[in-house]
């Protein structure tokens, strides 16, 4: 049981490269999170879905781009990397809504720099 | 929008003393969820503690427990008998009753335990 798995886990891109970030979890959760953790700021929401084929943003979701096909599989896109997007992305998975009876399941996070 | 505010951007204790975390938030909602996560330097997102705004008793797990004041919209975490491996972020979270879109954190504690 691998829980939830973020690839890549370290990324170097230039301005204006595109990437897409995956995270997959095995625990058949409905829903799943994009943070975005920055030095002094804690985890910020991007984007989340609470089901297969819904998105929605979070607080802050400007130069993000997300889908969720399948049930397993949370994308996060970068159309057109900024040096402001280097950070440590999280992704999260939880079966339960409020994350209270079913705790949140991070992944390890990946950490993107843009030059 | 509901914000968590950690005062303390650094606290620093000697092994085996008690240290405790401020956390405040804000929200008009009556029904809501508290949690507490830790981050050690592997970057590991870990659950320690959680609370449910209904609940008048205040959550205990082992050495961690919370001093929620509903009224003062305070949640404390106390670590009692610290440890050199408590050292870590420490993260206050909340997410109100009324939806599903994540959890809002803190910008975090960072820890120290000397020995």
């Known amino acids: ?115 | 929008a509901q914000t968590v505010t950690q005062s303390q951007p650094e606290m620093s204790v000697q092994e085996a003393e008690t240290v405790t975390l401020s956390c405040t938030y804000d929200t008009s909602e009556n029904n809501y969820y508290l949690f507490w996560y830790k981050q050690p330097p592997s970057r590991q997102m870990i659950l320690v503690i959680r609370q449910e705004a209904y609940k008048q008793q205040n959550a205990t797990e082992n050495r961690f427990s919370v001093n929620f004041q509903k009224a003062a919209k305070s949640f404390s975490l106390k670590i009692s008998d610290s440890q050199l491996g408590d050292t870590a972020m420490y993260f206050c979270a909340f997410i109100s009753g009324g939806g599903a879109d994540g959890l809002t954190f803190g910008k975090g504690t960072h820890l120290i335990i000397q020995p």
């Open chain 1, 1 to 115: 049981n691998a829980g939830v798995t973020q690839t890549p886990k370290f990324r170097v891109l230039k301005t204006g490269q595109s990437m897409t970030l995956l995270c997959a979890q095995d625990m058949n959760h409905e829903y799943m999170y994009w943070y975005r953790q920055d030095p002094g700021m804690g985890l910020r929401l991007i984007h989340y879905s609470v089901g297969e084929g819904t998105t929605a943003k979070g607080e802050v979701p400007d130069g993000y781009n997300v889908s969720r096909l399948k049930k397993q599989n949370f994308l996060l896109g970068l159309e057109s990397a900024a040096p402001s997007q280097t950070s440590v992305y999280f992704c999260a998975s939880s079966e339960d809504w409020s994350s209270y009876n079913s705790p949140l399941h991070f992944g390890n996070g990946t950490r993107l720099t843009v030059t």
